[in-house]
């Protein structure tokens, strides 16, 4: 059984720190990323309206934690603590569903596949993990990208795979991709249905 010690708070690439998310970074989330339309629009969650709304986010992702399903981290420059957006897993049944968002002015440094890396680091290191994976909108190039700078393949095409809450709830085509190594033993379908049922 998962135990939340199993997982730290706390771990620092070459540039980067990230940080177990605090409902104390509400305010920080909310300028920095979560109230962009150009950065929540693949995302899995309604873009926030409020600081209110992301210290509720927050609220719900701490509890997350606390039961093992949920490990969000926040993204900060090491040298300056500076919040650049969050990246983190959900779990279901030992598949790890990864997920990253940065604010637009922190786009195309490098910083998602930075922060990726550290979170397979990590996963590959713990024995209860499957499965790695992540699912991305067909029209988000972006992210496909960096899912393939750290390791991860297609799966498979699956059509009208999601809703996206600021994309008008339309249900989108989703490219599925897995970590290579992690995932040779775990069937397309395996993946899909683990992937379904973190993201509800």
Same mark, same amino acid.
């Given at each position: 059984m998962l135990k939340v010690m199993d997982i730290p708070e706390r771990? +620092?690439?070459?540039?980067? &720190?990230?940080?177990? *998310?605090?409902?104390?970074?509400? +305010? +920080?989330?909310?300028?920095?990323?979560?109230?962009?339309?150009?950065?929540?629009?693949? &995302?899995? $969650?309604?873009?926030?309206?409020?600081?209110? %709304?992301?210290?509720?986010?927050?609220?719900?992702? $701490?509890?997350?934690w606390e039961q093992g399903i949920d490990f969000s981290f926040s993204i900060r420059l090491k040298d300056t603590n500076r /919040? *650049?957006?969050? =990246?983190?897993? *959900?779990?279901?049944?030992?598949?790890a569903q990864i997920g990253y968002v940065l604010g637009p002015v922190h786009w195309q440094q490098g910083y998602a596949t930075e922060a990726c890396n550290a979170l397979v680091a990590l996963l590959k290191a713990q024995p209860w993990i499957k499965s790695i994976?992540?699912?991305? %909108?067909?029209? #988000?190039?972006a992210s496909v990208r960096v899912l393939q700078k =750290?390791?991860?393949?297609?799966?498979? /095409? &699956?059509?009208?795979?999601?809703?996206?809450? #600021?994309?008008? #709830?339309?249900?989108?085509? =989703? $490219? &599925?991709? =897995?970590y290579a190594e992690a995932t040779e033993d775990s069937s397309s379908r395996s993946v899909i249905d683990s992937l379904k049922a973190a993201s509800r």
């Open positions: 771990i +620092e690439t070459k540039r980067l &720190v990230l940080l177990r *998310l605090q409902i104390t970074d509400a +305010e +920080e989330m909310f300028y920095t990323y979560s109230s962009k339309p150009a950065s929540t629009r693949f &995302v899995v $969650w309604p873009m926030h309206q409020s600081v209110h %709304d992301a210290r509720t986010y927050l609220a719900r992702t $701490w509890a997350g /919040l *650049l957006g969050a =990246c983190g897993f *959900l779990i279901d049944k030992g598949n994976t992540s699912f991305v %909108d067909t029209e #988000n190039a =750290c390791g991860f393949t297609v799966a498979t /095409l &699956v059509k009208d795979f999601y809703r996206f809450p #600021n994309q008008q #709830n339309m249900c989108k085509d =989703c $490219w &599925v991709f =897995c």
